[in-house]
């Protein structure tokens, strides 16, 4: 069956989209990964991959032309397969027309239902692509609810990609009249995420037909919604205990609690009426089991004559499972491919910070000036790959690409795992600013309110631990970037200096290199380069 692909909303405040270039052609054949198209956002002219296979049979949009987030962008599906429906009526028909043909008396009354465009004023939301690297996403809440009004710029929910939780909003006005995707669910991009329109529009028809990236959404939700009709408190999970008393939790709170077997009778719930939300469940400590009284405890009086028991503590055997995030599965491939395809080597250099921690203190002497050893180290880095461009690559099948721009990536640990923002062209960059930069993206970064587009774009990555008192350790490479810097604490220690030994601060610096863009000769003479400014700082000035 023919897929509809539509415009995707590749950045958070995306609302149109301009096709840059066409790379395939209506009749080529696609595969799943291959790139589709460019597409210009608000930000960025970014690929846009395919997640079908088939034959491209319909391209919606021409090269130059702008139309909204969700318009038709393009038909795959089987060679020679008709598709006039699809595009006069922008969805899918049902499997069942599709496959079995039905009477003519019959097929009059249902195709309408199928292939009519949408009523007036119904708009079809779908899973948006929240960065260049999203497949698919997960709703990690909903904060509007079915017969919600919707105003342009409210928050509908928030979705976890594979960066960051981040908020979606509605570009449209409305009734919230159908979910697709409930709190705790995966989808892939372009599903169907909900549907906005007029109160008391009847939209069985699309929820039922509509089929966008290959994801059809459920009707259960619909019949659930029917039987709840009755009660006070629809979107509530209710539980009945032994002592009558009724126990309102969230679905996404009542799926945790069960996953991880814990009784919802135990939680005190924190939101509206008692109800039982997430984070009550999340930091929920079980109580112990109460030891046994001495009284119960003690032997009979025959048990004397018998030989001593092995005294064994009262405990309780407790573990904890915990849903991977969407970030956190993200992590794990990347790094894994990382570490299996690039062939990692580290190189290690101690650097003396004597100098370095004078300049620093100089420097935070100017009123409104804060500058740390990392971004020293940052801006010695961006310097010495300018000098060294060969580190500053990345490896492809058929070549290696040399980047003669430095966008230096910094590692920030976050709740959920690590996230990469970068310093885009960081060689003109002051130390200062480098310094008022590095602590804005890392404040946000913590706050999920990091952009996917300033986590794109990095040639180099530096990952400092320093602070946690790590003198010394090797990082994974941050592909496609061919290296990472790894940076230790700095030691107070005995060093040798004019040939008397002298106490002296040092600081390690390890470099992971691909052996395939970088050889051991040329990141060696990268970190004699990086020392040498490290270590004089008057030269980062020059």
Known sequence: MATIVTMPRLSDTMTEGTVAAWLKKVGDKISEGDILAEIETDKATMEFESFNEGT?????????????????????????????????????????????PAPTEVKTVEAPAATTALPKGVIVVTMPRLSDTMTEGTVATWLKKVGDTVVEGDILAEIETDKATMEFESFNEGTLLFIGIQEGNTAPVDSLLAIIGPAGTDISGIAENYKVGGATPT?????????????????????????????????????????KGIQLAQVKGTGENGRIVKSDIENFTPITAAAPSATEAKAPETAKTEAPKVFVPAGEVFTE??????????????????????????????????????????????PDT?????DMVIKACALALKKHPKINSQWREDAIIINHHVNVGVAVAVEDG??????????????????????????????????????EGSTFTVSNLGMFGITEFNSIINQPNSAILSVGAIVEKPVVKNGQIVVGN??????ACDHRTIDGATGAQFLQTLKQYIENPVTMLA
């Open 219 to 259: 009707t259960t939700e619909a019949k659930e919604e029917v039987k709840a009709t009755s009660s006070d408190n629809a979107a509530e999970v209710v539980e009945i205990v032994t002592d009558g008393k009724r126990i309102l939790a969230s679905p996404l709170a009542k799926k945790i609690a069960s996953d």
């Open 321 to 366: 499972e915990i849903k991977n995030s969407q970030m956190r599965k993200i992590i794990a491939k990347r790094l894994a491919e990382s570490l299996f395809t690039a062939p990692h080597y580290n190189l290690v250099i101690e650097v003396t910070m004597d100098d370095a921690m004078q300049s620093r203190a100089i420097i935070n002497s100017v």
């Open 56 to 100: 491209l049979l319909y391209i919606g949009i021409p090269e130059g032309e702008t139309a909204p987030v969700d318009s038709l962008l393009a038909i795959i599906g089987k060679e020679g397969e008709d598709v006039s429906a699809l595009i006069a009526g922008g969805s899918a028909a049902p499997a069942a027309v599709e496959s079995t």
């Open 418 to 455: 690590l996230v990469v923002p970068v310093l885009k062209f960081t060689d003109a960059m002051s130390l200062s600013q480098i310094g008022a930069s590095v602590r804005d993206l890392a404040g946000r970064a913590k706050n999920k309110k990091l952009l996917p587009t300033e986590m």
């Open 370 to 374: 804060k500058v740390s050893f990392n």
């Open 506 to 511: 040092t600081m390690m610096l390890s470099l």
